[in-house]
């Protein structure tokens, strides 16, 4: 059983920057898919980014490609977003997932954090 949770979420103007951390234990780390999603009141829960191991290429959402950067720590069992130029759309509950397939559908995902909260003032 895999625990998650993030980190680093909070309030920041349009075009600023926020780090969030998720931090793993409880599972194989190194043999998971680590993905973030985030969902906005009143909408879907949407694929943001998400990745296998640090040697492969990264899928992202095109609505943040150029703008986000996931990452993956396999000393410290934890996978980053950095999140530059944010926009007001931006605004959601971030979470983390773990799971066996890379995919932009929640249900390739097993495991998920509690979510954390990203607000991005106009």
């Known amino acids: 059983q895999v625990q998650l949770v993030e980190s680093g979420g909070g309030l920041v103007q349009a075009g600023g920057s926020l780090r969030l951390s998720c931090a793993a234990s409880?599972?194989?780390?190194?043999?998971?898919?680590m993905g973030w999603f985030r969902q906005a009141p009143g909408k879907e829960r949407e694929f943001v980014t998400g990745?296998?191991?640090?040697?492969?290429?990264?899928l992202y959402a095109d609505s943040v490609k150029g703008r986000f950067i996931i990452s993956r720590d396999y000393l410290k069992n934890t996978v980053s977003l950095q999140m530059n130029s944010l926009k007001p759309e931006d605004t959601a509950v971030y979470y983390c997932?773990?799971?066996?397939?890379?995919?932009?559908?929640?249900?390739?995902?097993?495991?998920w954090g509690q979510g954390t909260q990203v607000t991005v003032s106009s």
């Open positions: 997932a773990a799971g066996w397939r890379l995919g932009v559908d929640p249900g390739s995902y097993d495991y």
């Open positions: 409880g599972g194989s780390f190194n043999n998971y898919v």
């Open positions: 990745m296998r191991r640090v040697s492969t290429s990264p």
